[in-house]
């Protein structure tokens, strides 16, 4: 049993599809969650940058005596060194490994589709991951700058006809690469899920990162003997304004956010 909490982080709300999962999995355990508002997104941004904030982020974290990180960003883990790991002195996961295990498990074609921000697809962080556990694997990706924005704005219902168009547009050279399983390489990316289902004719096998990190850390906590006894509970930090943070975060959650939200300054960390 350790009682400490898990900590999780984004550049945003996109982490929040983690927490969702992680709070059904897991629910005695204490979430503690810092998205970053006041510098979404990380996805424009260049290498060294995303590394900087990553590391602030985690120190925060730290900063609260959690037994687990994890990256609930598709950016930030396909930016982190082993070296960038190992400094963090805990256990550790990103989205881009359970995410590419889930797929080369889904995949019967082995032609695995990823979509993410700009800096994640460029990194090819999950093309590496996937063909290091099937080496004949084909992987396509795709970067889908708008989604983020248009996610943080709340254009998210199925039939919003601008996010609908956004996907079409993203979402031909998959369909057209004839892909069987597509990695949502961003947290942001399942608040679409509908969209991106439809717009792919119901025929593509979608992997969540959220849920997918989620498991794996339902597996590490429970193989590992540090599951937490008693009533799970979350605290929310960000880096700007709590209530845009909450408004928001309460369509992703399902409903209010449960839990305080506190603004820190991040560029202390
Ligand atoms: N949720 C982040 C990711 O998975 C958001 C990207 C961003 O901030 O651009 O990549």
């Given at each position: 049993m350790d009682n400490r909490a898990i900590g999780i982080f984004d550049s945003g709300l996109g982490g929040l599809t983690t927490v969702k999962e992680l709070r059904r999995l897991l629910p005695n355990e204490h979430i503690i969650y810092f998205g970053d508002n006041?510098?979404?997104?990380?996805?424009?941004?260049?290498?060294?940058?995303?590394?900087?904030?990553a590391m602030q982020d985690i120190r925060l974290l730290l900063s609260h005596d959690v037994k687990l990180v994890i990256a609930a960003c598709g950016t930030v883990s396909s930016m982190m060194t082993p070296e960038m790991q190992n400094s963090i002195g805990l256990p550790f996961s990103g989205v881009v490994l359970p995410?590419?295990?889930?797929?080369?498990?889904?995949?019967?074609?082995?032609?695995?589709?990823?979509?993410?921000?700009?800096?994640?697809?460029?990194?090819?962080?999950?093309?590496?991951?996937?063909?290091?556990i099937r080496p004949e694997a084909r992987v396509f990706g795709n970067a889908c700058p708008?989604?983020?924005?248009?996610?943080?704005?709340?254009?998210?219902?199925?039939?919003?006809?601008?996010?609908?168009?956004?996907?079409?547009?993203?979402?031909?050279?998959?369909?057209?690469?004839?892909?069987?399983?597509?990695?949502?390489?961003?947290?942001?990316?399942?608040?679409?899920?509908d969209i991106i289902n439809q717009v792919l004719d119901y025929k593509v096998t979608l992997i969540d990162p959220g849920r997918e990190v989620a498991k794996w850390a339902q597996?590490?906590?429970?193989?590992?003997?540090?599951?937490?006894?008693?009533?799970?509970?979350?605290?929310?930090?960000?880096?700007?304004?709590?209530?845009?943070?909450?408004?928001?975060?309460?369509?992703?959650?399902?409903?209010?956010?449960?839990?305080?939200?506190e603004q820190i300054d991040i560029d202390s960390f």
């Open positions: 006041g510098r979404v997104p990380y996805g424009n941004r260049g290498r060294e940058t995303i590394r900087k904030y995410s590419a295990q889930a797929a080369c498990a889904a995949s019967s074609t082995g032609q695995i589709g990823v979509i993410g921000t700009t800096a994640t697809v460029r990194s090819g962080a999950y093309g590496r991951a996937i063909r290091a708008l989604f983020v924005p248009l996610v943080e704005n709340g254009f998210i219902q199925p039939d919003n006809e601008i996010t609908l168009k956004v996907a079409k547009l993203y979402l031909e050279p998959m369909i057209e690469s004839n892909v069987d399983t597509l990695i949502l390489g961003c947290t942001h990316y399942p608040i679409i899920y597996n590490f906590l429970t193989s590992s003997g540090i599951l937490r006894e008693g009533e799970g509970s979350c605290e929310y930090y960000v880096s700007d304004s709590p209530e845009l943070f909450s408004d928001t975060a309460a369509i992703f959650l399902g409903g209010d956010i449960q839990g305080e939200v």
